[in-house]
């Protein structure tokens, strides 16, 4: 097999930028030796790999998960068998969707170095499912990560129900667009929220029933959209600011789903440092009033702790996905040798859904 290339975090940075600044580098890659690897074991040839949010506050540690540097990062990623184990479920040349929570840097244990920003990852088989029929491989990346919190948040979580109103912050992001989708399917009614009008076309253009540009006072066109009732659920990835005016529209009982803190992501320290110094805070007064559910809705964290609650959604999802009744936005691409660019897109929220980084692509 030829040489490829490897993206690897020397150490944390004190936020993403300092760590794609100082401690990203791009290292020549062989293919791994099949002797020093696990008879259960595969090697994919990553032909995509979604770059995700929490990639880059990874490298800086800060993260709940914070694989042990130096790694490669890369949650998502896809593509085909370039050598399979005597004792794997998989054979060489299966085009494959590996499992972001069973390899790479958000699972647990030996596969947190091998990400998907590298020519050549290994991972267990066990992590491996067929690529959906109706997917390309960039499609396939960007679709456990993001549609796998979506359910989580709104299905396990928010139990949200056909015919309720769910008002959905940080909707362009590839998450938030998941969300969307998602949210359509299950029959509800979505108001989509974002800082550009222009994004929020696309949105629209996704599903959306309503789009609200995410400014102050939102409160009053969500009340408007609702018959001044308000919102039966929240999707909050954004925080801050953002979540305080999202209390002032929500009807009595309504259901707050905290999925992240995108608009603060330094919360906690730097360079792995943890602790939450700038914590975001919610007004405890209208919570009360309001008689709200706040619900924190961590997916990878709650399926690390109980493995067992994934059967079902990744059935759901699976199935889904091969009617393309959910398929995931992919709106650009960057070559392996322009991760940095790749990554700077993301943080800066260019793109609406997702971006992917092409390894095989030098």
Wanted: with cysteine; aromatic share 6%; hydrophobic share 45%.
């Amino acid at each position: 097999m030829r040489p490829g290339l490897r993206v690897v975090i020397r150490e944390f940075g004190e936020d993403p930028m300092d760590a794609l600044e100082k401690h990203l580098v791009l290292e020549k890659q062989e293919m791994p030796d099949p002797s020093s690897l696990a008879p259960t074991d595969v090697v994919v040839a990553v032909k995509s790999a979604a770059v995700a949010w929490v990639d880059l506050l990874m490298t800086s540690g800060q993260y709940q998960h914070m694989p042990k540097p130096p790694y490669c990062p890369g949650l998502e990623f896809c593509g085909e068998v370039a050598w399979a184990g005597a004792d794997a479920k998989a054979k060489v040349g299966d085009a494959v969707l590996v499992d972001g929570l069973l390899a790479g840097p958000r699972s647990k244990g030996s596969y947190q170095q091998w990400g998907g920003f590298e020519t050549y990852a290994v991972a267990p088989s066990n992590a491996l499912h067929p690529l959906p029929k109706s997917f390309s491989f960039d499609e396939a990346a960007s679709f456990f990560g993001n549609y796998e919190t979506a359910y989580h948040a709104l299905v396990a979580c928010g139990n949200l129900q056909k015919g309720e109103t769910v008002l959905i912050h940080g909707a362009t992001g590839a998450s938030g667009l998941a969300s969307v989708h998602l949210a359509k399917l299950l029959g509800a009614t979505v108001i989509a929220t974002s800082r550009s009008e222009e994004k929020l076309a696309i949105v629209k253009a996704n599903g959306a029933d309503h789009v609200v540009v995410a400014n102050e006072g939102f409160k009053d066109r969500v009340k408007e959209l609702t018959g001044g009732r308000g919102v039966d659920v929240v999707y909050d990835a954004v925080g801050g600011a953002i979540s305080i005016e999202s209390l002032r529209c929500v009807d009595f009982g309504a259901r707050f789903l905290i999925i992240g803190w995108a608009s603060t992501p330094d919360v906690a320290k730097g360079k792995g440092g943890r602790g939450a110094p700038n914590a975001n805070v919610l007004p405890t007064n209208l919570i009360l009033m309001k008689g709200l559910k706040v619900i924190g809705c961590p997916m990878a964290i709650s399926t690390h702790r109980d493995p067992s609650i994934r059967k079902e959604r990744v059935a759901r999802l699976l199935g889904w996905a091969e009617t393309g009744a959910l398929k995931p936005l992919v709106s650009a691409t960057f070559p392996i040798a322009k991760v940095k660019e790749a990554m700077l897109a993301k943080w800066q929220s260019r793109h609406v859904g997702g971006i992917v980084l092409h390894p095989q692509e030098l």
